[in-house]
Nanobody
């Protein structure tokens, strides 16, 4: 079963940028959907962005125009470039891989945006 390890989280001021990485333990070439979710304190986990194996992307309305998801099959890694960060983006960010019939999750990385 695939293991996912996120990195790149941290503390940043509003307006700043971070790039999250999700490294998979095996080839992601055939994984149809990978993406990022986030969970803020006291809130439900929400989808942030997904990318298909054909590089079709989808974003939450709240991050459109600010976040960009990409995948590098050669490095078995999915990225989330986050620009113009806002305090409302503060959350634990989780990478996931949809490998039917299961969904695999990483352990999460904390992103904190100060005002």
């Amino acid at each position: 079963q695939v293991q996912l390890v996120e990195s790149g989280g941290g503390l940043v001021q509003a307006g700043g940028s971070l790039r999250l990485s999700c490294a998979a333990s095996e080839s992601i070439f055939s994984i149809n959907i990978m993406g990022w979710y986030r969970q803020a304190p006291g809130k439900q986990r929400e989808e942030v962005a997904i990318i298909t194996r054909r590089d079709i992307t989808r974003y939450a309305d709240s991050v459109k125009g600010r976040f960009t998801i990409s995948r590098d099959n050669a490095k078995n890694t999915v990225y989330l470039q986050m620009n113009s960060l806002e305090p409302e983006d503060t959350a634990v960010y989780y990478c996931y891989a949809n490998i039917v019939p299961r969904v695999y999750w990483g352990q999460g990385t904390q992103v904190t945006v100060s005002s």
